[in-house]
């Protein structure tokens, strides 16, 4: 016979001929091992979610930026996350397209997919690297910063021109297709698909 553990009331775990309502020092004293068991295991994943660098802030964001040695300045949470996951994936890179897509890839926290370089004949040059619209305001930072921080993750002497900002707008194939997420938008953007557009540094 399968044996019941009640995990939300701890006194209904009592044989019957123990008191086991609301108002006895059985229910009382349980609950509060209950509470305390329960704090404690929050506790323990909220710990575990902070070891995650998505997933910190405020003063264990700065512990992951001292470690790195990067000063965090003026920035947001954000915004130093991304500066950090920059600093970070640097030195992983090794020039190489694939290398420099990853790079961006994970700085940006996208999929690889959504990133790709559009080269030129002419060498040390790239002329355009397309990155999701979404990434402006998942990382909090100015079109000008996205730049700068894009080129530090670029091989020395690459020449880059412009940044490509995918955007999520497009019109739909048929009169009864409906997508929240590509469409014309509501007056607060909740719904609705976004323009992308190219930022020339």
């Known amino acids: 016979m399968a044996i019941i553990f009640y995990d939300e009331e701890y006194a209904k775990n009592l044989p019957d001929s123990y008191q086991k309502d609301s108002d006895s020092n059985n229910f009382k004293i349980l609950e509060i091992e209950r509470c305390v ?59 190489t397209y694939p290398s420099v897509t990853a790079c961006l890839a994970i700085t940006f926290n996208c999929d690889y997919e959504d990133v790709y370089i559009t080269e030129t004949d002419e060498p040390c040059r790239v002329n355009m690297i397309n990155l999701p619209y979404d990434i402006i305001e998942s990382s909090g930072m100015a079109d000008s910063d996205i730049y700068t921080l894009v080129k530090s993750l670029l091989p020395i002497c690459i020449r880059l021109d412009d940044i490509s900002f ?20 509501d007056n607060e953007q909740t719904i609705g698909g976004y323009l992308g557009y190219i930022y020339t540094g």
């Open 37 to 95: 068991i329960k704090q404690h295991l929050e506790d323990i994943y909220k710990i575990y979610d902070i070891l995650d660098l998505d997933n910190a802030y405020g003063k264990t964001l700065d512990y992951y930026g001292e470690r790195v040695g990067l000063s965090r300045g003026t920035a947001t949470d954000p915004e130093y996350i991304t500066l950090i996951k920059a600093k970070l994936v640097r030195n992983l890179g090794n020039g």
């Open 166 to 185: 995918d955007g999520t707008f497009e019109f739909s194939g048929s009169e009864s297709e409906y997508d929240e997420t590509a469409g014309f938008s």
